[in-house]
Structures are given as structure tokens and as C-alpha cells.
């Protein structure tokens, strides 16, 4: 039973910036890693940025190595995606995401167990 709900999606202007939430129920927050991934239209769904159980460590995509940062909040159960600088090609549907093992540095692209079930992101050209 472990629910993950992104929230904050919205329209923004090219350069302009946005933070997206995510809330996790249904295990122990702070032993899992989590990440963010994101599928634009037609495209493969592909990773963005992930973060160590417990925090610390980060890993991004080249694409948003720079302009995205990954945190957490262990008290909220929460992860967060500050974006930066967006783009037009940062326009996708946002997932959440939590590894299926705990205590894992959130830096792969396979492991991931459970989804939420997106937020959309346009930028505007």
C-alpha cells in the first residue's frame, strides 16, 4: 500500500522555475531512496534525479545536471524537485518515484518499485 502523490505541475515561461512536490505513505520514508522521472509525449519515460535514503547524495540527468535539485524532508515524507532555468524539452508528465530495497543510493535507473501518478510540466516557448 504505498501510495506516492506529486503535486505543483503547472505552466511557466521559458527560464522560469518550478518546485514539485511528492508525499509517500505506506512504508518507513527515510529508508528508501527516491527519485524523479519524467515522459514528454511519444517519448520513453526517462530519470531525472534521485536522492540517497536518509538524503544527502544526489544524482541528476546531464539534461538537468545544474538546473533541477533533488531534496527531502523525512519529518513530511516528502521529496522535492526545485527546477530552475526550465526549458521547453523540460515539458513532461513528472513522476515520483521510490525504490522496491531499502537503504539505496537512488542513482539507478532500474530498481524503482512504485510510481505516483504524475504531474504535467509546460514551458512555454
Do not use: H
Amino acid at each position: 500500500q504505498v501510495q506516492l502523490v506529486e503535486s505543483g505541475g503547472g505552466l511557466v515561461q521559458d527560464g522560469g522555475s518550478l518546485r514539485l512536490s511528492c508525499v509517500v505513505s505506506g512504508r518507513t520514508f527515510s529508508r528508501f531512496a527516491m527519485g524523479w522521472f519524467r515522459q514528454a509525449p511519444g517519448k520513453e519515460r526517462e530519470f531525472v534525479a534521485g536522492i540517497k535514503w536518509g538524503g544527502g547524495r544526489t544524482t541528476y540527468a546531464d539534461s538537468v545536471q545544474g538546473r533541477f535539485s533533488i531534496s527531502r524532508d523525512n519529518t513530511e515524507n516528502t521529496v522535492y524537485l526545485q527546477m530552475n532555468s526550465l526549458k521547453p524539452e523540460d515539458t513532461a508528465v513528472y513522476y515520483c518515484a521510490t525504490e522496491g530495497q531499502p537503504f539505496g543510493l537512488g542513482n539507478s535507473r532500474i530498481g524503482w518499485a512504485y510510481w505516483g501518478q504524475g504531474t504535467q510540466v509546460t514551458v512555454s516557448s
